[in-house]
């Protein structure tokens, strides 16, 4: 009893002895800055002795570490009202004003400062007390336990004690491939990475001199986009997920993956359809998420953000828990701010060298990508440890930094290559903080998809898919897509598959009698076309007695791939140019336009023809097997959603003590199949058993 007193007494001096150390470094800091800046001062205009000036300063950064610890969380609690993006924003003009408020309570009265120079000075001063508390807590591992548990989202206070079962942390990284990966790592931009596929030591397996994990590629769905992936990874049914984005004739609705109330709907749909709440049902964190995988602990879970805020279902709790220490909150939002500037550069470096193909990348877009590639980061990491510090059993994180980058810079950008240098140092942090949970971990790193390069649609031809869609099908065109070479093919395609002249005004072949517009929409290299007055899935039959043009239109424009459409007579379809025209059950001994688009997609086109929201007319864009490009129908440059490249090879980095993924010669398709797969994984190292429990189901519902 004695020795545990003796070293919570020795904790406790350590503690006591580097708060003074940091205390004294700010005062040292704040004594720099009034002498270097002309609008911060703190002696009176008569001056003072050097004693006087020097105790103003130690009051001075007293009270500011004083209010930041006490004032700066309810600040933060208040401002989870308002939007993530501006948050970070904010950072600086509160911690700018919390050091106003110190130099006006110091008795001496001596300390002032402009207010723009207060905010300069509150920035340097956070970011010096957290250097010099890392600094010191650098040979102290209760010290720098302490420290991770103040960066993490949620502290488990009370329970049982842990499980010495290993725990398991599954971190997606979002987007990047296969191939991306083995790059990145050839080339020594992901060491940590190189370290567990080739001398690296796994958390808690491997052996020093010897690969710790297996590298294993997987196939996506037609779907390659992250809410098809996610949703089967996390829940076990992506079914009826035809795209990122689709309408459904049924509820009059356009669904979209990332929409609060679509992800919510989708969620609820898996969970009924497998009958349990998904993959992290026991003792599971959800961390970053469009969905919660039936984890009781969800933070930035976009599923949630439509419900109720409570103390269980807080969709921005783990905001609160980071930005709660204003060190965590300096730091993140100059490092936000450096983001935006290289933003700025790379994208006007760009233009200067008119580097081709490019996407604009102005507007709010700098400040979009600092939030994804900072802030989101830097929270969900900071959740992630505080998850495995309590010793959560499992806990799955998406880091979306890269598949941001990639889209408007490219996926082999060197904008991307920095974001892949940056999340390596992330999966190194959670690798340390491993060695102080209370538990072994085994840390298992996955994409949900990759990106395939090129042009977008729109730049090659000049007009939009919309555009292609609304002149094969005899309506009105912008005036701009008209007087494009591909708009005046797009009209003689329609006299051509008509057999007359038609007129090149577009209303004199607009059909007869009231008809609704089709509905046109794009994910990725993957193009929707629905027409909503119809209430069911129309057939080939009806398209083209509808709009005779428009089925030959798209099949034989160069920037189309294949069609998927409906058959009275053959059940589905491949549809492809010069009249290639593919039953579904012949496809494998006869792949017509999908024979570019490698294995396993004649399979995809087959499982997506099944689900009840396919879209009347499904449009995969043109696709370069020798250089891997595709044509994206939205404004990116790296793009994924529908076939073509490395957009459907993703990757599972597993440590050597699970079993293998599949077995020898056998592939890994699909988001489902990696369900089971992390499923039997969790179930290998007693984890969740995944049932829907009646709390469960009331919870998901």
């Not at 130099?103 to 001496?108: A, E, K, S």
């Not at 805020?309 to 220490?325: H, I, L, N, P, V």
């Not at 490698?598 to 399979?603: I, N």
Request: aromatic share 6%.
């Amino acid at each position: 009893m004695r020795g545990v007193r003796s070293g919570r007494w020795r904790r406790v001096a350590s503690q006591v002895g580097r708060s003074v150390a940091v205390w004294v470094v700010c005062t040292l800091t704040m004594l720099v800055l009034a002498g270097i800046l002309p609008d911060f001062r703190l002696q009176s205009a008569d001056g003072d002795s050097a004693t006087r000036i020097a105790v103003t300063a130690a009051f001075g950064a007293g009270a500011f570490g004083l209010l930041s610890a006490l004032v700066w969380p309810l600040l933060v609690r208040l401002l989870l009202l308002v939007p993530a993006l501006v948050l970070g924003l904010l950072v600086f003009f509160l911690n700018g004003a919390l050091l106003l408020l110190a130099l006006r309570l110091n008795p001496t009265e001596q300390g002032d400062a402009a207010p723009e120079t207060a905010v300069v000075v509150a920035a340097v001063m956070s970011a010096v007390a957290s250097a010099t508390g890392a600094a010191l807590a650098v040979r102290d591992d209760d010290a720098y336990r302490r420290r991770l548990y103040r960066l993490a989202d949620r502290r488990r206070r009370s329970g049982p004690a842990c499980s010495p079962a290993p725990g398991t942390v599954f971190v997606q990284l979002d987007g990047v491939g296969h191939d991306v990966l083995l790059d990145a790592v050839d080339r020594g931009l992901m060491p940590t990475v190189a370290r567990w596929l080739a001398t690296g030591i796994g958390v808690g397996v491997g052996t020093r001199g010897g690969p710790s994990h297996r590298l294993t590629p997987w196939r996506t769905d037609w779907s390659s986009q992250t809410g098809a992936s996610q949703l089967g990874i996390l829940h076990g049914s992506n079914h009826d997920i035809p795209a990122f984005r689709w309408y459904e004739k049924d509820r009059g609705e356009v669904m979209v993956c990332n929409r609060p109330t679509s992800a919510l709907e989708l969620q609820r749909r898996a969970v009924e359809a497998t009958g349990d709440a998904g993959l992290l049902t026991v003792d599971g964190a959800s961390r970053g998420n469009l969905f919660s995988g039936g984890a009781d602990e969800q933070a930035l879970v976009l599923s949630i953000a439509t419900r109720r805020r409570s103390r269980e279902t807080r969709s921005r709790a783990g905001y609160f828990a980071y930005f709660s220490d204003p060190a965590n909150a300096v730091r993140t939002a100059m490092s936000f701010v450096a983001d935006v500037g290289r933003e700025i550069g790379e994208s006007s470096r760009a233009r200067a060298r008119k580097v081709r193909p490019r996407v604009g990348r102005g507007g709010l877009y700098p400040f979009v990508r600092a939030f994804a590639t900072v802030v989101e980061r830097d929270v969900v990491v900071a959740a992630v440890m505080g998850d495995m510090l309590a010793g959560r059993t499992a806990v799955y994180a998406d880091l979306v930094a890269y598949d941001e980058v990639a889209h408007h810079s490219g996926p082999a950008s060197r904008d991307a290559e920095k974001v892949l240098e940056r999340l390596d140092r992330s999966l190194a942090l959670i690798e340390t903080v491993a060695e102080h949970a209370p538990r072994p971990y085994r840390i298992v790193v996955l994409s949900d998809h990759g990106q395939s390069p090129g042009e977008t649609f729109r730049s090659r031809y000049g007009l939009t898919l919309s555009d292609l869609v609304r002149a094969g099908a005899g309506l009105p065109v912008p005036r701009r897509a008209r007087r494009t070479h591909s708009g005046t093919e797009a009209r003689a395609a329609v006299r051509a598959a008509l057999r007359r002249p038609v007129e090149e005004r577009a209303e004199q072949f607009r059909p007869s009698g009231p008809r609704s517009e089709p509905i046109v929409l794009a994910s990725g290299n993957l193009g929707l076309v629905s027409f909503p007055d119809v209430h069911h899935r129309m057939t080939k039959e009806e398209i083209d007695a509808r709009h005779p043009a428009l089925l030959t239109t798209l099949a034989n424009h160069p920037g189309i791939g294949f069609l998927l459409v409906r058959s009275e007579e053959h059940g589905g379809v491949v549809l492809g140019p010069f009249g290639a025209q593919i039953p579904l059950d012949e496809l494998d001994d006869n792949p017509g336009p999908l024979a570019d688009f490698g294995p396993g997609a004649a399979d995809a086109v087959r499982r997506t023809h099944s689900f009840p929201h396919t879209a009347d007319i499904m449009v995969n864009s043109w696709y370069d097997p020798a250089d891997g490009e595709v044509l994206a129908f939205e404004e990116q440059i790296g793009s994924h959603g529908g076939l073509g490249g490395a957009q459907a090879k993703a990757f599972l980095l597993s440590p050597l003590a699970l079993s293998a993924p599949v077995e020898d010669g056998t592939e890994l398709v699909g988001a489902e199949h990696i369900h089971q797969v992390l499923r039997r994984w969790l179930q290998e190292t007693d984890g969740p058993q995944v049932p829907l429990t009646e709390h469960q189901e009331r919870r998901v519902a």
